[in-house]
């Protein structure tokens, strides 16, 4: 039986049987990968601190039938604290379950697990950030060839005036200019900020971009937009905005 050595972080957890887990790791070697840890859930397993989301491990798997098997794993960091607030948590949730829905398994998407493990460390050391969700959103969009056109008007291609008014088409996949607003009569207005802050989550590292002073309803907007264009392009719903919209409700 081949041996496997990799790391990677757990995205998502499934029970299976009485003592068992199937766990979604994105691993930085090999993909997103689905293993077997086999009796975590009894008490006292040797595994079982190891086998939660939001930990990034070390692991060594044993080739199965089905799925490779955890035979070791190590913690290399732990994402989630104690005093993790439940906002926080569901935003951790959502980035996972993101990555999750768009990544298939096996797939290696250059970049995803960097992009991934950047974005869960922000979050556990900026508990009341909200800038990394959209961070994540776009530079996955980005990833997987997604990105919207931020830089010209996605129908005419010319670049835009300064006081010009400008929309956001998610039909489309971008910036509309006045000239060319009939388009698509659900585009929505975007501001010249709202539009500056979205080149910057596309261009930079989010340490950097978090020095940048952004006034909150710029944020809110280019979230919103963001947020609507990820929907529509991915065709995903997350069942983790779900369950933060309700608590917010």
Wanted: aromatic letters at 8%.
């Amino acid at each position: 039986m081949a041996t496997i050595k990799t790391s990677g972080i757990i995205i998502r957890k499934l029970n299976l049987g009485e003592a068992d887990k199937i766990l979604t790791v994105l691993t930085r070697d090999r993909g997103k990968i689905r293993v077997l840890a086999k009796g975590v859930r009894r008490p006292k397993a040797k595994l079982s601190g190891f086998s939660d989301i939001f930990h990034y491990n070390d692991f060594i798997l044993a080739e199965g039938r089905n799925w490779d098997i955890v035979t070791s794993a190590v913690t290399i960091e732990r994402f989630l604290r104690d005093d993790t607030a439940l906002e926080q948590i569901g935003l951790m949730y959502y980035v996972c379950e993101l990555t999750d829905k768009l990544i298939e398994e096996t797939q290696t998407v250059l970049g995803s697990f960097e992009l991934l493990r950047e974005t869960l460390a922000y979050m556990k050391n900026h508990p009341g950030s909200t800038i990394a969700r959209s961070y994540f959103e776009m530079k996955l969009l980005t990833l997987l060839g997604f990105a919207p056109q931020l830089n010209r008007c996605v129908v005419g291609g010319q670049l835009f005036k300064d006081d010009e008014q400008l929309r956001f088409s998610c039909i489309l996949g971008g910036v509309v200019s006045k000239a060319h607003s009939t388009a698509d009569e659900l585009a929505r207005p975007i501001s010249v900020n709202a539009l500056k802050w979205l080149r910057l989550l596309q261009r930079y590292p989010l340490e950097g971009i978090d020095k940048i002073k952004v006034d909150d309803d710029t944020i809110k907007q280019a979230t919103s937009v963001l947020s609507d264009f990820v929907e529509y392009a991915t065709e995903v719903k997350t069942k983790s905005l779900l369950v933060m919209g309700q608590l917010e409700d």
